[in-house]
């Protein structure tokens, strides 16, 4: 049975008026993803008053269902007071329509144990969790949009204004304006359009107060190259076999200024009447966003079976045995989420949990360097050696690997490093090359640690 929306009736808390209005109750993204675009924006349940137009958010029940994550979450806002047998009615209720419309294969015993969350911003912040979404990540963003109303609010007093922005100056950077030019954005998409035009005027009184050197991206990335010399690089190869996997490089530096120093290209060709160019830019522009895409949702789904791996080991009895069995599975992906989770362990306080995951790691990390090439795992412990004197220890017991070979590997090792962002374990790889350079240059042996 297919998932649809309900009709209920609504009175308008302003003008009274009384109108019909759809509300969603069941929300599975596996059936209908674009609910959830609806519900991350505060799209979702919004009734708009047929007479003055007024929207307001309807509290009601809801039932969120991820099949890909085996994510199953029900609201329950606490200004619908339900407990006792009304709560348990409405799960049932909601539950047993979610599951009639389910294939069979999809019914799991998660789907019966529901988390309940009491309300919609609860709600949010559980699904941007299960996305990736750190609770820092989402801190950062809800003070840069708080930042945003207090500065709104001071639009009318130009001193007031001065005096915000001054104070909040170091706040002022330029992920700031990414999240305001996203609102502005966002505005628009809504069909807010006098909102729209405020956020544009503050972010225009912004800029003249600031001056262009504070609002705007550096204008060098990664490698020393600047925004244009990447444009032209992905240009050049933009019809060669590995386009993708030069873009899979760049991935991080494939930012908003990027793409607006492109559109910024398209935009001059044509006013220039170079009709040509400006159709390659803008052709360029789409492969990439569509490369991109398909590389963001490949490391999206490798996140996810990544976490289900590490909730499938955390779950048995003995987690080393667990790891042993699945190392297959277990690459820098893997290694990741797990330093996410231990962070954020003892971010929590979680002392036990954090120790755990730690001795987890150790034991991977032993695993996958058992499984390495002998010079790969070397490579691997300088990166990890504490200081300048564990460096040379190691490499004066595995002097039977250190030539030139060697030296080339590490060498190209540390231009991925570079590649992938970074730049510190590159530098630290790249130092210990030299040395290992001067050595061999010299027909002597690695320098003994002090």
């Known amino acids: 049975m297919k998932i649809s929306p309900e009709q209920i009736a609504m009175s308008c808390p302003t003008c009274g008026s009384h109108f019909p209005t759809e509300v969603w109750r069941i929300v599975d993204v596996g059936q209908n993803p674009d609910l959830k675009r609806q519900l991350l924006r505060g799209q979702l349940n919004v009734a708009?008053?047929?007479?003055?137009?007024l929207r307001t958010a309807v509290a009601t029940t809801l039932a969120y269902h991820d099949p890909?994550?085996?994510?199953?979450?029900?609201?329950?806002?606490?200004?619908?007071?339900?407990?006792?047998e009304d709560y348990e009615k409405t799960v049932g209720e909601l539950t047993n329509r979610l599951m009639n419309s389910l294939p069979p294969q999809q019914r799991k015993?998660?789907?019966?144990?529901?988390?309940?969350?009491?309300?919609?911003?609860?709600?949010?912040?559980?699904i941007l969790r299960a996305d990736g979404?750190?609770?820092?990540?989402?801190?950062?963003?809800?003070?840069?949009?708080?930042?945003?109303?207090?500065?709104?609010?001071?639009?009318e007093d130009e001193a007031n204004l001065k005096a915000l922005v001054e104070e909040k100056r170091d706040q002022l950077d330029y992920e700031f304006f990414l999240v305001l030019t996203a609102s502005i954005d966002q505005a628009k998409e809504d069909g807010e359009e006098a909102l729209a035009g405020q956020l544009t005027a503050l972010r225009t009184t912004l800029q003249e107060l600031l001056g262009p050197a504070e609002v705007s991206a550096p204008e060098t990335i990664e490698g020393g190259l600047t925004r244009e010399e990447l444009i032209e690089e992905l240009f050049s190869h933009r019809q060669e076999d590995d386009f993708k996997t030069l873009v899979a490089v760049a991935r991080p530096l494939l930012d908003y200024q990027f793409f607006q120093t492109l559109t910024g290209q398209i935009e001059a060709a044509e006013a220039q009447g170079?009709?040509?160019?400006?159709?390659?830019?803008?052709?360029?522009r789409t492969k990439i966003l569509d490369l991109a895409d398909e590389l963001d949702q490949e490391t999206r789904e490798a996140l996810d079976q990544a976490s289900k791996l590490l909730r499938q080991i955390l779950e048995s009895e003995d987690i080393e045995q667990a790891a042993?069995?699945?190392?297959?599975?277990?690459?820098?992906?893997?290694?990741?989420?797990?330093?996410?989770?231990?962070?954020?362990?003892?971010?929590?306080?979680?002392?036990?949990?954090a120790d755990r995951l730690k001795k987890l790691r150790e034991h991977v990390v032993s695993l996958l360097e058992a499984r390495m090439p002998p010079e790969v795992r070397l490579i691997n412990q300088l990166?990890?050696?504490?200081?300048?004197?564990?460096?040379?220890?190691?490499?004066?017991?595995?002097?039977?690997?250190?030539?030139?070979?060697?030296?080339?590997?590490?060498?190209?090792?540390?231009?991925d490093l570079r590649a992938q962002g970074q730049g510190q374990a590159a530098e630290?790889?790249?130092?210990?090359?030299?040395?290992?350079?001067?050595?061999?240059?010299?027909?002597g042996d690695v320098p003994p640690a002090e």
């Open 274 to 284: 170079d009709q040509q160019r400006a159709k390659d830019l803008t052709e360029l």
């Open 133 to 155: 979404i750190t609770d820092e990540m989402m801190q950062n963003q809800m003070e840069k949009s708080q930042l945003i109303r207090d500065l709104l609010a001071s639009m």
């Open 428 to 443: 630290l790889l790249a130092e210990t090359a030299r040395e290992i350079e001067t050595m061999l240059q010299g027909g």
């Open 324 to 353: 042993d069995e699945h190392v297959e599975q277990m690459d820098a992906v893997f290694l990741s989420v797990l330093d996410l989770n231990i962070a954020a362990a003892d971010q929590a306080g979680e002392e036990s949990t």
């Open 48 to 53: 708009a008053c047929s007479q003055c137009g």
């Open 68 to 84: 890909e994550k085996e994510l199953f979450l029900f609201l329950s806002p606490t200004e619908l007071g339900l407990t006792g």
């Open 383 to 415: 990166l990890s050696a504490d200081g300048v004197e564990e460096r040379r220890a190691l490499l004066q017991q595995h002097q039977d690997l250190v030539d030139q070979r060697f030296l080339k590997l590490m060498e190209a090792i540390a231009e």
């Open 109 to 126: 015993g998660y789907l019966f144990q529901p988390r309940t969350l009491f309300s919609m911003q609860s709600l949010t912040q559980e």
